[in-house]
């Protein structure tokens, strides 16, 4: 079967769970600083965030924490397990620098990958405190998404 092909204007919602080393720290992380709403909180186990309308969960699971591979994508080594977002340019600009205010080392130094081609894109990664890889994207088209 297939995976359909979705108008990018009526995307559902996705879920994603993973580890953190310390409750308090990730919600401090995801609300204050990328400024994520929270949602239920089970304590010390526990918390969903409002991910620009995704629901992502934080799990109470330090063994499964830390980055085990990299792969090269334009001359860059890009930590193989992350997830992220793709914001509207202007967003993307203004996030970047939230960062930079709040002390954030990037991963990767925000930029524009692949330059001229198809599927041109401005990217950024960086790490939340319990080391999950983080990839935040934006185009001028969104066309360009799948961009082959």
């Not at 949602?39 to 969903?48: F, L, N």
Request: negative net charge; glycine residues 8%; proline residues 7%.
């Amino acid at each position: 079967m297939q995976a359909p092909t979705t108008n990018p204007a009526l995307l559902h919602p996705f879920h994603l769970a993973f580890p953190v080393h310390d409750l308090a720290v990730a919600r401090r992380f995801y609300g204050d600083v990328l400024g994520c709403s929270e949602g239920r909180v089970s304590e010390g186990e526990w918390a969903d965030f409002n991910f620009y309308g995704h629901q992502i969960v934080a799990h109470v699971a330090p063994e499964e924490l830390g980055i085990r591979a990299h792969s090269r994508v334009d001359d860059h080594q890009v930590p193989a397990r992350h997830f992220g977002i793709v914001l509207p340019m202007p967003e993307w600009h203004a996030l970047a620098e939230r960062l930079r205010g709040h002390g954030i080392q990037f991963v990767i130094e925000p930029y524009i990958r692949f330059k001229g081609l198809p599927g041109e894109q401005a990217t950024m990664f960086f790490l939340d405190p319990s080391g999950n890889a983080i990839e935040v994207k934006a185009f001028e088209n969104i066309s360009q998404l799948f961009a082959k």
